[in-house]
């Protein structure tokens, strides 16, 4: 079983529209979560981190449910902009386990 | 200003040579990494070093060997290049010892292509 496991997609989805990914990870002493956005042919970026108590940052809303090893990332209004794979980050120490990741297509 | 660099971004050489890729970061962090990144597209953690010492070795052939002069700079050497190593690595950064929830800083990549 991988570490991190996520559906890869893609998911095609039209502007405005609502899109949620989901995470599943394996080692319950995992510490830090993250989700990254890579877009095609370039590195990964942090997008934002993930905390116990869930948190937003604008459009975004991640959610963390620690019982069932479990991550959440919600994408409300979708834009063009927002194409991309979106990455799965569990940590333990500074050790980062990325997931192989999910793809976003918003079409116009 | 660039935050983490590496280079070269492209390079392209045959079987059998020996290469190497160098990184650095100026955003002061005392840990750097390599990663991996297949055709794919899994990123997988190569190695880590913390202020100079290797903490992280995960399970790589012995052709690459990782050095870091300094906590900024984390260079990778790779002997001996095989088909198997095309691929894209990416250097990264971060700063531990603070907290758990430290996320890492990527370079931009350097795609290896083996002819």
């Known amino acids: 079983r991988k570490e991190v496991e996520q559906d890869p997609g893609p998911f095609n989805v039209p502007e405005g529209a609502t899109v949620a990914f989901n995470c599943t990870y394996s080692n319950s002493a995992s510490q830090s979560f993250f989700w990254y956005r890579q877009d095609c042919r370039k590195e990964p970026k942090l997008l934002m981190s993930?905390?116990?108590s869930g948190n937003e940052d604008g459009r975004f809303t991640a959610q963390l449910n620690r019982a069932s090893q479990y991550i959440s990332l919600l994408i409300r209004d979708s834009k063009l902009s927002d194409s991309a794979t979106y990455l799965c980050v569990v940590g333990r120490g500074d050790k980062l386990t990325f997931g192989t990741g999910t793809r976003l297509a918003v079409r116009p | 200003d660039t935050a983490v660099s590496q280079t070269p971004k492209y390079l392209v050489t045959q079987m059998g040579n020996d290469k190497s890729i160098k990184c650095e970061q100026n955003l002061g962090h005392d840990t750097m990494y390599w990663y991996k990144q297949d055709s794919k597209k899994f990123l997988k953690i190569m190695f880590s070093y913390n202020n100079k010492e290797l903490i992280i070795n995960e399970t790589v052939p012995n052709r690459f060997s990782p050095k870091s002069p300094d906590k900024a700079h984390l260079n990778l050497h790779i002997n001996s290049l095989e088909l198997g190593d095309s691929a894209v690595y990416f250097c990264?950064?971060?700063?531990?010892?603070?907290?758990?929830?430290?996320?890492?800083?990527f370079g931009d990549g350097t795609r290896l292509s083996i002819l």
């Open positions: 990264a950064s971060s700063q531990t010892g603070t907290g758990y929830n430290q996320p890492q800083h």
């Open positions: 993930v905390y116990s």
